[in-house]
Each structure stands twice: as structure tokens, then as C-alpha cells.
């Protein structure tokens, strides 16, 4: 059990390491964005499937709420959690358009679409970037080894991993660090670093 657990961890650092060196530009490019998004006093919608929607929920959360530093609070909204919309729209409609037409109401242009698809190919999320690009959105989107995804977002997170827990673990860090260079973007002096 315990090399279990070691190895377990180990391939989290790697994972993780390997997409934060080799993405540290779109990083900044991301942090940048997000922040001139919410200084014009646009938004973020952020969205995925099963554990990537507990990720939308999760990094929203930290935008709309707080961070790290008490500061006023960020627009940003989880397509995700609105079960009785989310129900309609699958029933009515597709489980694909779940996203697209949220995006489709609530997007407009200068806000941000940001979509999360451990392997890149969700239909839901892919329509959602299409949908997005069409009123004048920038898309970020975070998967695995890229997908479709990669093919229809201004900017793309792709973590190096057959292994979805992994991935994930990578996507969260990221946004975390999203978080905070938005943070210190936004409110420098709130920082003593």
C-alpha cells in the first residue's frame, strides 16, 4: 500500500510539473485574459462533465466568492449547477446543447467560455466553444491530450495523461494558479511578496 500511495503521488507531480513548465505562457496569456475580461465587467462561464463539473463549481467559487485575499467579488458562473435547466435542455433537447445553450443566454461578447474535458472530445463542451466564438468570446478549454477541444479554444491546458484522475489533479492546480495571478493582477497591493 504505501508504494502504492508513493507512486500515486509521484505521477501527480509529474503530471502536474509537466503541464505548469510547458504551458507557463499560456498561463500568463490565461491570467491576462481572465483579468481584462473582468476589468471591462464581463464574465466567465466555466464548464465540464462529472468530476470537470465539480471543477467549474469549484474554480467559479473561487472567483465569485474569494481566493486568497479579501476582495470584492469576480463574475464568474458554473454552467453546471442549475439542475432544473440542465434537465430541460437534455430532455427537451440533447444532453449535447446543455452548455451551448446556456452560453447562447447568459454569453456575451467579451466574456470568457471556459471549458474543461478530460479527454477532449465532450460533445457538449465542444458545441458550448462553437456557440461562444460565434457572439465574440474567448474560449479557454483543459483536457488531456488535446482532443477536439484543442482544435476550437483560443487557448488550450492539455495535461500529458491516460489517466483521468491525474488529469484532473493538473486541471485544478492550474486554475488555482489562474486564481491567484488574477488576484494579484487585479489587486497588486493586496500582495507583500
Same mark, same amino acid.
Given at each position: 500500500?504505501?508504494?502504492?500511495?508513493?507512486?500515486?503521488?509521484?505521477?501527480?507531480?509529474?503530471?502536474?510539473?509537466?503541464?505548469?513548465?510547458?504551458?507557463?505562457?499560456?498561463?500568463?496569456? #490565461?491570467?491576462?485574459?481572465? $483579468?481584462?475580461?473582468?476589468?471591462?465587467?464581463?464574465?466567465?462561464?466555466?464548464? +465540464?462533465?462529472? *468530476?470537470? &463539473?465539480?471543477?467549474a463549481q469549484h474554480l467559479a467559487a473561487e472567483f465569485a466568492n474569494r481566493f486568497q485575499i479579501e476582495r470584492p467579488p469576480l463574475a464568474a458562473v458554473a454552467l453546471t449547477t442549475d439542475t432544473s435547466?440542465?434537465?430541460?435542455?437534455?430532455?427537451?433537447?440533447?444532453?449535447?446543447?446543455?452548455?451551448?445553450?446556456?452560453?447562447?443566454?447568459?454569453?456575451?461578447?467579451?466574456?470568457?467560455?471556459?471549458?474543461?474535458?478530460?479527454?477532449?472530445?465532450? #460533445?457538449?463542451?465542444?458545441? $458550448?466553444?462553437?456557440?461562444?466564438?460565434?457572439?465574440?468570446?474567448?474560449?479557454? +478549454?483543459?483536457? *488531456?491530450? &488535446?482532443?477536439?477541444l484543442a482544435g476550437c479554444v483560443d487557448l488550450v491546458f492539455a495535461v500529458a495523461s491516460d489517466t483521468?484522475?491525474?488529469?484532473?489533479?493538473?486541471?485544478?492546480?492550474?486554475?488555482?494558479?489562474?486564481?491567484?495571478?488574477?488576484?494579484?493582477?487585479?489587486?497588486?497591493?493586496?500582495?507583500?511578496?
Amino acid at each position: 500500500m504505501k508504494n502504492i500511495i508513493l507512486n500515486i503521488l509521484q505521477d501527480s507531480i509529474e503530471a502536474k510539473r509537466h503541464c505548469i513548465e510547458n504551458n507557463i505562457d499560456h498561463i500568463i496569456k #490565461a491570467a491576462d485574459m481572465l $483579468a481584462a475580461c473582468l476589468t471591462r465587467g464581463n464574465k466567465v462561464l466555466i464548464f +465540464g462533465n462529472g *468530476g470537470s &463539473a465539480a471543477d467549474a463549481q469549484h474554480l467559479a467559487a473561487e472567483f465569485a466568492n474569494r481566493f486568497q485575499i479579501e476582495r470584492p467579488p469576480l463574475a464568474a458562473v458554473a454552467l453546471t449547477t442549475d439542475t432544473s435547466l440542465l434537465t430541460s435542455i437534455g430532455n427537451d433537447y440533447h444532453f449535447d446543447v446543455i452548455f451551448s445553450k446556456q452560453v447562447e443566454a447568459l454569453g456575451r461578447q467579451g466574456d470568457i467560455a471556459w471549458g474543461i474535458s478530460t479527454s477532449g472530445n465532450s #460533445a457538449n463542451v465542444i458545441q $458550448a466553444m462553437k456557440a461562444a466564438q460565434k457572439i465574440g468570446m474567448s474560449t479557454i +478549454g483543459m483536457t *488531456g491530450r &488535446a482532443g477536439e477541444l484543442a482544435g476550437c479554444v483560443d487557448l488550450v491546458f492539455a495535461v500529458a495523461s491516460d489517466t483521468t484522475a491525474r488529469i484532473q489533479e493538473s486541471h485544478i492546480t492550474v486554475g488555482h494558479i489562474l486564481c491567484d495571478l488574477v488576484d494579484r493582477i487585479l489587486y497588486p497591493n493586496e500582495f507583500r511578496d
